[in-house]
T-cell receptor, first 109, second 114 residues
Framework: DAKTTQPNSMESNEEEPVHLPCNHS???????IHWYRQLPSQGPEYVIHGLTSNVNNRMASLAIAEDRKSSTLILHRATLRDAAVYYC??????????FGTGTLLAVQP | EAQVTQNPRYLITVTGKKLTVTCSQN?????MSWYRQDPGLGLRQIYY???????DKGDVPEGYKVSRKEKRNFPLILESPSPNQTSLYFC?????????????FGNGTRLTVT
């Protein structure tokens, strides 16, 4: 099964963009790339997902490398409420989820 | 309000005493699943269900059972809990094929087995 690799932690300043990387070098052609985040004492929350093309929604943007072996979640203007653990997840047609280790994002005021 | 509801939020039990953690969703979702979260290990999938009466093993199914008799409910059963099942458990649901649909998570059940 394909795995993901993320940095353990990152820091950002409030109102600045944040780029959260994820490596998935063994991704298969049918795996979608999902991002979730988890705030303290809460369940994970969906952020965004994509297959091959870059994606944008009200929360974030997802940039997918041309070879699909890596992706980047972009928070355009970080706020204190964005401080959370961010998970990069590969989801295949078998519907089996493989969670990464997650990146703890700290946002400084 | 659309939500996934887990009960109880906290549970302390003893080794070998059967327990059930309930999960219910009010969004008419076909897909439901259970995860456990442990420090340093992230979230790991226990079981999932594509629809009523259809269940499949995730990454760590040993020691757990599930059933899907109704679309809205997906209980997690520990027939004989052991201390290594002490963990934070999350239930989640999705409208369609999870590879192309957001997962909605409950707020978690913290289980302690002594």
């Amino acid at each position: 099964d394909a795995k993901t690799t993320q940095p353990n932690s990152m820091e950002s300043n409030e109102e600045e963009p944040v780029h959260l990387p994820c490596n998935h070098s063994t991704i298969s052609g049918t795996d979608y790339i999902h991002w979730y985040r988890q705030l303290p004492s809460q369940g994970p929350e969906y952020v965004i997902h994509g297959l091959t093309s870059n994606v944008n929604n009200r929360m974030a943007s997802l940039a997918i490398a041309e070879d699909r072996k890596s992706s980047t979640l972009i928070l355009h203007r970080a706020t204190l409420r964005d401080a959370a653990v961010y998970y990069c997840i590969l989801v295949g047609a078998t519907n089996k989820l493989i969670f990464g280790t997650g990146t703890l994002l700290a946002v400084q005021p | 309000e659309a939500q996934v509801t887990q009960n109880p939020r906290y549970l302390i039990t003893v080794t070998g005493k059967k327990l059930t953690v309930t999960c219910s969703q009010n969004m008419n979702h076909e897909y439901m699943s259970w995860y456990r979260q442990d420090p340093g290990l992230g979230l790991r999938q226990i079981y999932y269900s594509m629809n009523v009466e259809v269940t499949d093993k995730g990454d760590v199914p040993e020691g757990y059972k599930v059933s899907r008799k109704e679309k809205r409910n997906f209980p997690l059963i520990l027939e004989s809990p052991s201390p290594n099942q002490t963990s934070l458990y999350f239930c989640a649901s999705s409208f369609g094929r999870v590879y192309n649909s957001p997962l909605h998570f409950g707020n978690g059940t913290r289980l302690t087995v002594t």
